[in-house]
């Protein structure tokens, strides 16, 4: 199995590099993910048997996320795009900054720990890069999937980033590496909030949620269903979208073409810490049906 799955991941890193070689459009981007019709229907389960037939590529991570690489794949089937995420995660963390009990003092007092997380942006406007704030404006559309805040509801929070090289409505500074500054703003897409923290004022179990998950959430918020299931030290998440929402704070994805995508992963870390991949082109020979 694992000798299939590295002679797979070979041959469509070769069909990759040979579409990046043929068509020359794309010089940020390192690697192409090829999202053909899907040859079976798939289903958010985390059960990887339905990707059967799809091939897919190991894209390398770098930064301080504790992840190295993941392996992704694509598909259109009825006119939605599909994606899978592979990456190994030795534990599994599930609670995000929930409140421990402390015997001492009577009360909760919030823990250090972080929920697993990971996210896909696509290009919509101007200079796209993998970086927030490496001195490129540019308009992103973001697929965060989140292990406590979004999965339970079966979704991945969508929302936008906005970089500008000037100041803005609801905008922050960030310095850039090369000693400049970035205005950025990461504003939810419209709908319904997906969570909000909760108090207890009284002991119930000794860990306790910081957060009480929307489970209905609607409008474009929650245009992305999302399942990630961890199991054996890895995390397998499947995310799906429309091609075309429809909505102006997304992206639309054609059914034949190219746009420019970028990951990142999260592995018990705070949201500055992250293991992020160069830029990526996503290649869609789909028909969309």
Not at 90 to 111: C, F, M, R, T, V
Not at 240 to 261: C, F, K, N, V, Y
Not at 277 to 287: A, D, F, M, P, Q
């Amino acid at each position: 199995m694992l000798k299939d799955n590295l002679s797979r991941l070979a041959g469509a890193a070769a069909v990759s590099c040979l579409v990046m070689a043929g068509t020359g459009t794309n010089a940020n981007a390192s690697q192409a993910l090829i999202a053909s019709t899907a040859p079976q229907e798939i289903t958010l389960d985390g059960n990887t048997a339905d990707w059967d037939g799809v091939a897919g590529i190991m894209v390398p991570l770098s930064g301080k996320g504790g992840v190295n690489s993941v392996e992704m794949r694509a598909a259109i089937k009825d006119g939605r795009i599909y994606v899978l995420a592979i990456w190994d995660d030795s534990s599994q963390n599930i609670l995000h900054k929930p409140y421990k009990w402390n015997e001492g003092a009577g009360e909760y007092k919030k823990d250090k720990q972080k929920e697993d997380r990971f996210a896909l942006s696509l290009r919509m406007s101007g200079t796209f890069s993998a970086s927030k704030i490496d001195g490129s404006p540019f308009e992103a559309d973001v697929w965060h999937w989140k292990a406590s805040r979004s999965n339970p509801a079966g979704i991945a929070h969508d929302k936008m980033w906005k970089v500008s090289k000037k100041p803005f409505e609801k905008a922050k500074e960030w310095p850039t590496p090369n000693g400049g500054v970035v205005y950025l703003a990461r504003i939810s897409d419209e709908g319904d909030r997906l969570y909000k923290p909760v108090k207890y004022s009284v002991k119930r179990d000794d860990i306790m949620s910081r957060y009480e998950v929307n489970l209905t959430a609607s409008g474009s918020i929650a245009d992305v269903q999302a399942k990630g299931v961890w199991r054996n030290g890895r995390w397998y998440l499947e995310m799906a979208r429309d091609l075309d929402t429809g909505h102006s704070d997304d992206a639309a994805i054609p059914a034949s073409g190219s746009i420019e995508i970028a990951v990142a992963a999260f592995n018990n870390v705070d949201g500055r810490k992250h293991s992020v991949s160069e830029v990526l082109t996503l290649r869609t020979y789909g028909s969309g049906s």
